[in-house]
């Protein structure tokens, strides 16, 4: 595999580092908004999250049909005054994302890790379940300079239409990897499908991956917060690799 390049138009439409938790028992979704006053600076918009669900029941009765709705309480959502980063703390877990235009990891990771402590001790959080680091890629082909697309041309991963079939062409695809990491105890799934161009004079490709582990069973403790950064790193890594290897020269010649 080609070794891992910083891109200074790299096609990262959105990335984040995900992270599942088990909570003390005294602890209350209302500590989440404590945290707001710290990070106020940086992130003013605060937005409650809640959990909706419904139940329909069926009786014999005047009224057969009664519907029974819940609205659970499970989090806030921190946003920036610019809406490129937004933090979810939740009851069951942390999200920290990052939009368009994106930097480089180590300023995406440090500042997860600042909001991580923050929330680790409002959420008084004990252990962790889930690890996860994802990015949603979009690549921007300019039809001028390529009038006719070929996915082949771009990635080297692609659906493959046999030739004998009466029409060839491919307007539109949807593709999906699942590869387990074995030396990670982990899961790699990369989507891969065509996508809503940003002009008529572009067509996109994306290029998904979300890579985690689950160990619910034997979960991170929480204060062990060098081994859990640690493996974020791994999983990091690992993602770039898969981009690397998925991707073509020609690719690399759109986003240097």
């Known amino acids: 595999m080609v070794e891992p390049t910083h891109y200074p138009n790299a096609p990262i439409t959105e990335a984040l580092i995900d992270l599942r938790i088990t909570h003390a028992q005294d602890f209350s979704v209302d500590d989440l908004g404590k945290m707001g006053e710290a990070i106020a600076n940086r992130y003013p918009i605060q937005e409650p999250m809640y959990f909706h669900s419904g139940q329909?029941?069926?009786?014999?009765?005047e009224d057969p049909v009664q519907v029974e709705t819940t609205h659970e309480h499970i989090g806030f959502r921190f946003i920036s005054q610019n809406k490129q980063q937004i933090l979810q703390a939740r009851r069951?877990?942390?999200?920290?994302?990052?939009?368009?235009?994106?930097?480089?990891?180590?300023?995406?990771?440090?500042e997860a890790h600042r909001l991580w402590e923050l929330y680790r001790s409002a959420a008084k959080v004990e252990n962790i379940t889930r690890m996860a680091v994802r990015y949603i890629n979009r690549i921007d082909v300019p039809i001028a300079t390529t009038p006719m697309v070929r996915v082949e041309d771009f990635l080297r991963t692609y659906p493959v239409i046999p030739s004998d079939w009466p029409y060839e062409d491919l307007q539109s695809y949807?593709?999906?990897?699942?590869?387990?990491?074995?030396?990670?105890?982990?899961?790699?799934?990369?989507n891969q499908a065509t996508a809503p161009p940003p002009n008529p004079e572009t067509t996109s490709i994306l290029l998904d991956f979300d890579l985690f582990r689950t160990q619910?069973?034997?979960?991170?403790?929480a204060d062990n917060d060098a081994a859990v950064w640690a493996f974020l790193e791994q999983l990091h890594n690992r993602k770039n690799e898969y981009f690397e290897g998925s991707i073509t020269d020609r690719t690399r010649g759109l986003i240097r």
């Open 92 to 110: 069951d877990g942390f999200t920290f994302s990052i939009l368009a235009p994106y930097d480089r990891w180590e300023t995406f990771r440090d």
């Open 174 to 190: 949807f593709m999906q990897l699942q590869i387990p990491q074995v030396d990670l105890g982990g899961m790699m799934v990369i």
């Open 56 to 61: 329909l029941a069926f009786q014999q009765t």
């Open 216 to 221: 619910y069973e034997e979960p991170w403790p």
